[in-house]
């Protein structure tokens, strides 16, 4: 092949596109798709991705590759396929999208540096910058001394000097020096005679390796033998020792054990569920399963035993967990059960340790990967299963470009591989439900926990009772009795406060009315400038009410507390508890989410406060009493999956208590008892609350009956903002069918962010045959606006946040 098309790192409308280069005759046979090459663009080099070679090219005067970047493809042909995907389904850059499949250490980097050019004699310089470039090779443009700037710009104006752009890959491997003798031991004894009587240090080193001849890495050695490096150099000047690069991997789990457990046998339920997964993978078909099981049903060890099989015909897995730094207990029941074969992927490794656990994948040293969201893209050949756990988890949902779910890119990969998917949850998002009922996906029920074991009983306990009888803290009498309770008997308590959502809406503390909207059956947020009430979905907005429009109370306001204030009112009334906050304060320094949770397991603590971080994934057998401080906080959100969001938090916190032996117990305060979503979450009843949140969907036309697409506009000028917004409903109103509703524009729920006035448009619809070019068009007409003002416009389909 003579030509290879190249998409270059330029994420722009004018770039979007492939370029043609000549392949010289040196790499002729050697570039492959998928693999980086550097290019020359304009009078830069530039990375870019090799997508396909071709013997044909309409260009004229083509340029050749300039060089490799990497010796291999780093993206496969499905992963190079599944790249030109995302950016039609979520109009995105392909270079955005090809990116965003390889872990952040592999972006590269541009280093500008200042050379002679070929014509300049080093002579004619100007003698400072001489005397710079004889400190040692090239300059580099962004460690220029200020004092040189001037000088050196001149320099190249003249056409003495010269700016060269290198490329570079931002994370390096790691390397490590390993020192061992060159010769044996007995001519080391023999130049240990003949070494003068003051090299002790040598002599020491040489002796050393008499008594272990085997290479040994230098940083041991200087353990061992204080200030050895010195003498370690000059003997490998005598040809006596030698040092060698050896590359070795960061491993974020090297220091932990863990002991092998072996599959369990399947209760009978879990059998019911494993029997389709099982055929369907005995046939290399695909299948998506949604997984409806009730928490501690067993579901994770389903998982760990289709996966089994998977890796026992020789294939590879990918299994999604939510945000895994936050849930070391499920890490450890992979490593526990397939060791080495595990590569964990997720955002609290630091960037080198991803990229080291990526490689493990694409060198296929691991076969099983486990990942947060970015985890779907591993560069696996020949997957046999794909499984996301807490499919509802919103986290799935990438909130930057390319704005792609991870369920959706799992459906890709599982039906290019003809592999099962499978969705997990006690909580299915209703597009999920709604999918598995109509036949879609293939539902599999668990509807017991393992043994039998109960789940917890749950209390409500109404907060606007406890205010009447003069109870102003945060904790009601029944939580303070439960709490004391198990601090007698030894047992554990877990504490939610729910942050999400706080100092947003209004509500009466005396009543619990919460401020809506009249037309879009969703809380209105509260804006301290002009102490208005706004809806953001539609323009309603209203003058906040000095006292309740139901009852007439004084105490209405808006809502918010933090984790810290209730610790310090947890000691104040029950001053012998120990216990353990989990917030973002203390949880921010890397490896203190594990250590927390480790103390809380080894019982060091008798209650453990945090926030939404602590309500999924726990499994501790001592934990016997769950209590949610406020329930509604998410259910006022101005998001029209609050309702469905609440039930899934409550849901999970509450699976926390009672897992073993003994018996669980939940809490949850409120002040709107009566809520269907905190109704039907004590009860752990999913199909009523799925029924009756899908017709308020229906009714209010929301997903899953409607697909949603949410455009944001944002600029420095609130006015362009509005403009612009405004435009934009308007065109789309001529160019989709009659049948697509489209809100606002309207000022978006966060109105001003870092100076820039940001305003929203949103579209409903159901089937638009040219929205993806209806929405192309969109963005291409205003791309030129984009990159000349300060113009911004973000379109984003299946949202699932609105802010
Ligand atoms: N077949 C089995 N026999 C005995 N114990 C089991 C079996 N399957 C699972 N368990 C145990 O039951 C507990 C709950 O199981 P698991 O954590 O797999 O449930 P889950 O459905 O994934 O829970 P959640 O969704 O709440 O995280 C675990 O301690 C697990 O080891
Ligand atoms: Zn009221
Ligand atoms: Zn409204």
New binding site residues.
Partial sequence: MRYASVVVDVPAKGTDKLFDYEIPNKFAGVIQPGMRVIVPFGSRKLTGFVVQLKNETDIDSVKPIHSLFDPEPVLNHELLELGAWLSETTLCYKITAFQAMLPAAMKTRYIKEIKPSSSAQLEDLPEEIRTAFEKGGPLSWEDLPSSLVAVVQKEIRNGNLQIDYRVEQKQKKRLVKYVKPLLPVRELEEQLQHLPARAHKQKEVIQFFIDHPNPILLTELTNSIQGASIAVKALIKKGILTEEQVEIYRDPYEHKQFPRTKP????DE?KRAMEPILDKLNRHEHEVFLMY???????????LQAIEKVLNEGKEAIVLVPEISLTPQMVQ?FKSRFGSQVAVLHSGLSSGEKFDEWRKIYRKEAKLVVGARSAIFAPFQNIGIIII??EHETSYKQEESPRYHARDVAIYRGKYHQCPVIL???TPTLESFARAQKGVYTLLT?KE???RRPLPEVHIVDMREELRNGNRSMFSRTLFEKLTDRLKKGEQSVLLLNKRGYSSFVMCRNCGHVIGCPHCDISLTYHRHGEKLKCHYCQFETAMPSRCPECGSEHIRFFGTGTQRIEEELNRLIPEARVIRMDVDTTSRKGMHEKLLNAFGEKKADILLGTQMIA??L?FPDVTLVGVLSADTMLHLPDFRSGEKTFQLLT?VS??AG??ELPGEVVIQTYTPEHYSIQLASLHDFETFYRQEMKMRKSFAYPPYYFLILITVSHPNAIKAAEVTEKIGQYLKLHLSNEAQILGPVSSPIPKMKDRYRFQCMIKYKREKNLYKTLKLLFEHYEEDMSQTDLKLMIDLNPYTIL
């Fill in positions: 369990l046998p399947l209760t879990q099981g009730v928490t501690g049903s067993g579901k994770t060890e389903i998982y029941r756990d807490e997990g949850s006690a668990l926990r393992v043994n999924k994934g499994d999970q699976g926390r897992r073993h």
